[in-house]
């Protein structure tokens, strides 16, 4: 069984409709993490969680917005979706004791493809 | 500006000889590194990481080298096999407080060859 999963695995949409994508996890990390994958970008941190109250903003925030309705659902909202939000979108999670004297990995989920025509 | 640079798009080796990955990166103050390993259709999985404070980690097939002077990490996979082949992603790790931010690379795409 997948410890984090993501839903929709593929989504195409129109320009300027609102699209939600979900991600939970059961591995009882607080840390949670949305990131977005471009081809010869790399991954970029787009929000992040450390617990239910505590939502922060990443490197490229813009155009969306984040909830974390429970330590383990984290979800990514495009509230009116531009076709240069078209990529393949990753949520993560980690555990916060594996900071100290460990290298605190991230968990990934499959990823979701989406596509804004 | 990228904190963390994968040059090489790309690496082709043959089954069984050595592939080296590189990654520079520009902010002294990470802490730690990490490689992420990536096949088509699914998310990255941490592969090896190595403290700032250690030069060298060693896992198996895979170990990570870190020069701090030159700012330079790379990822030798000895033998290399097959199923190595995947898309491979250095990260580092912000020390500044206790964030646990990572930044990633582009990453390279590595092929090995029967």
């Known amino acids: 069984d997948a410890d984090v999963t993501q839903t929709p695995r593929n989504r195409i949409t129109k320009t300027g409709k609102r699209i939600m994508l979900e991600c939970s996890q059961t591995?009882?990390?607080?840390?949670m993490y949305w990131y977005r994958q471009d081809p010869g970008l790399g991954l970029r941190l787009i929000y992040y969680s450390f617990d239910v109250k505590d939502i922060n903003k990443g490197e490229i925030s813009d155009g969306y917005s984040v909830s974390r309705q429970a330590q383990a659902k984290f979800s990514l909202s495009l509230e009116s979706a531009i076709p240069n939000q078209t990529a393949l979108y990753f949520c993560?999670?980690?555990?916060?004791?594996?900071?100290?004297?460990?290298?605190?990995?991230?968990?990934f989920g499959p990823g979701t493809r989406l596509t804004v025509l | 500006d990228q904190q963390v640079k994968q040059n090489s798009p790309s690496l082709s080796v043959q089954e069984g000889r050595i592939s080296i990955l590189n990654c520079d990166y520009t902010?002294?103050?990470?802490?730690?590194f990490l490689w992420y390993k990536k096949y088509p259709a699914e998310g990255p999985t941490f592969l090896i990481s190595i403290s700032s404070i250690k030069d060298k980690n060693e896992d198996g097939r895979f170990t990570v080298f870190l020069n701090k002077s030159a700012k330079h990490l790379s990822l030798h996979i000895v033998p290399s096999q097959p199923g190595d082949s995947a898309v491979y992603f250095c990260?580092?790790?912000?020390?500044?407080?206790?964030?646990?931010?990572?930044?990633f690379g582009q990453g390279t795409t590595l092929q090995v060859k029967p």
């Open positions: 990260a580092a790790r912000s020390g500044s407080g206790n964030t646990g931010k990572l930044i």
């Open positions: 591995k009882g990390h607080d840390r």
């Open positions: 902010n002294s103050m990470f802490d730690y």
């Open positions: 993560a999670t980690s555990d916060p004791r594996g900071y100290a004297g460990g290298s605190n990995e991230q968990f």
